[in-house]
């Protein structure tokens, strides 16, 4: 038979247990039929076969980001507006961005930002800041963590926080140390109020319009699977419309969430397991989300941050859970007893403690021996948290994307001591623990090949040093987004490698990142992308 597409001259890095390199494929109903030589494959053309030709370039599989938000993303892509450090450099930036897009808006429309990293922005606003700057709009500010926030006056008033409002439950507005008065930050659960009332507008149609962008934006970057963590059951319809609608080109995972209060028991009650779908929309497991955010000073540690407070910021500060440790057992060993795979973000050593907790719990009471249970983020990994993820069994589901983008804040919040155990690739590759690796897009941005690069030289993007004794090699990180997110899914049969009978998901590179200089891993760029044997990307 002739093939449906063929990919010819190639530096093709199949990513097999033999490490197999070859130069064409080919493949037939979005599956690899061959792999060897393009005289071999050539074999494999017909009349309607499409063929790529690589030019001689780098070939990787398709990238698993096995952890991202893509439907929070397609909302703000759509509605919202962006003030990361490249399109803002300055508090005045802020301010003025912030200024003129509220200036268009209707009359009592709320103005809605995000990504805004104080770091490298000049600091956080002040309330008044934020009042004189929202032309008289309720305005809410998401921090680049996803975990804090930015609100105005008009924005309290318009959720009805009273200047004297308690703090939520696992939250805080925070206070003027000295007068008692808002500062406009809010943290956790806090900042869920402004985000409910942001968001509460939202439909089904704008998660499918907004899609539309993130899938471009994927593909353009070579990825080809996303796990969408914490899926609430308003995605999980818009997806499943886009697909009956045609309009689905990449593979989703679906990890559904715990915040979304009825959504895990009614799969359990309806007997859904992981695993329920097909090869482009599938239910990966259950999520909850007990840890917080380093870089904002609110993720859970045994021992205190350093550096300069944050005022209303608790002193000494070791952070903050998110859930009461039985609740959460509880409700993570139904959903694992009901065959859901359990994933729980743990982002401090004391946050990570307590999933694993949670997760311990939950197999001593329904021991499974391949359970894949996973620490989302994993970022901290000191010696004794090391063995407890070796001696479980567990994964090390790991936010490689902060590493760039959120180093430099990672070191000043902790020191440069505790860069050894932030995210240690090389020691959980050397105890044989598997260390996925994610983005967490919005949270950090898509394109992968700048966390990969990160892996290899220990710097992030500020050149902030991350500690090169726990650098690896190229090949390595690269499979911590292909082999290793395919296994963490319970699709290691279907994608990862470019094996015969796997899916024909695949990238072409400009540069070759498995041989380059290290430093030059960030800035590569993807000439084509190929999902199921079909080119939605260049070529």
Not at 95 to 109: K, M
Not at 142 to 152: E, P, Q, S, V
Not at 486 to 507: C, F, I, N, P
Request: glycine share 10%.
């Amino acid at each position: 038979m002739n093939a449906d597409f063929v990919l010819l001259d190639g530096r093709i890095a199949t990513m097999d247990p033999a490490g197999t390199e070859v130069s064409a494929l080919a493949a037939i109903g979005g599956r690899i039929v061959a792999l060897g030589s393009s005289d071999a494959i050539r074999d494999h053309i017909g009349p309607a076969t499409r063929v790529l030709n690589a030019e001689g370039r780098r070939v990787i599989p398709g990238i698993v980001d096995s952890h991202a938000h893509p439907d929070a993303y397609a909302v703000r892509l759509r509605a919202w507006t962006l003030l990361s450090p490249d399109r803002v450099r300055t508090r005045a930036d802020v301010l003025a961005t912030i200024h003129r897009v509220c200036s268009a808006l209707p009359p009592g429309r709320w103005g809605a930002f995000y990504r805004l990293n104080e770091r490298a922005s000049g600091g956080y606003p002040t309330l008044d800041e934020l009042d004189a700057a929202s032309a008289g709009h309720p305005i809410f500010i998401l921090r680049t963590d996803g975990h804090l926030g930015l609100a105005n006056r008009a924005a309290f008033a318009a959720c009805g926080v009273a200047p004297d409002a308690p703090d939520p439950p696992f939250g805080a507005f925070d206070r003027d140390p000295a007068s008692g008065a808002f500062t406009g930050l809010v943290r956790e659960t806090a900042a869920h109020v402004f985000l409910g009332a942001v968001h509460g507008a939202d439909s089904e149609a704008d998660i499918a319009e907004g899609m539309e962008m993130v899938q471009d934006e994927c593909l353009r970057h070579g990825i080809t699977s996303v796990a969408n963590s914490l899926t609430p059951s308003k995605a999980i319809r818009a997806y499943q419309q886009m697909r009956r609608d045609g309009r689905w080109r990449m593979r989703m995972g679906i990890i559904a969430s715990g915040r979304d209060e009825p959504l895990i028991p009614h799969l359990i009650g309806a007997g859904i397991r992981s695993g329920f779908g097909d090869e482009w929309l599938r239910l990966i497991g259950v999520e909850w989300c007990p840890d917080c955010s380093t870089s904002g000073r609110t993720a859970a540690y045994w021992g205190p941050y350093i550096g300069t407070p944050v005022p209303g910021e608790p002193v000494p500060n070791t952070g903050m859970l998110l859930y009461e440790k039985d609740d959460l057992t509880a409700r993570a060993t139904a959903a694992h007893k009901a065959g859901l795979q359990v994933m729980i973000e743990g982002v401090g050593d004391r946050g990570i403690d307590f999933a694993l907790d949670v997760m311990e719990a939950a197999l001593a009471a329904h021991p499974v021996p391949d359970h894949r249970m996973r620490v989302e983020h994993c970022c901290y990994v000191t010696p004794p948290i090391l063995d407890r993820l070796k001696r479980g069994g567990f994964v090390d589901s790991s936010a490689t994307g902060f590493m760039d983008e959120l180093g430099e804040a990672y070191v000043a919040n902790r020191g440069q001591e505790a860069m050894q155990h932030m995210w240690p690739h090389r020691s959980l590759i050397a105890a044989g623990i598997p260390a996925p690796g994610h983005s967490d897009f919005a949270v950090c941005r898509v394109n992968p090949f700048t966390a990969i690069g990160a892996m290899v030289t220990r710097r992030s993007q500020t050149g902030a040093d991350l500690d090169i004794a726990e650098a690896v090699t190229p090949h390595q990180a690269l499979a911590a987004y292909t082999t290793l997110g395919a296994w963490a899914q319970r699709e290691e049969h279907e994608k990862g490698s470019l094996e015969v009978g796997k899916l024909a998901d695949l990238a072409v590179l400009d540069t070759d990142i498995l041989a380059c200089d290290p430093a030059a891993i960030r800035d590569a760029q993807v000439t084509a992308t190929v999902v199921g044997g079909t080119v939605r990307h260049g070529g």
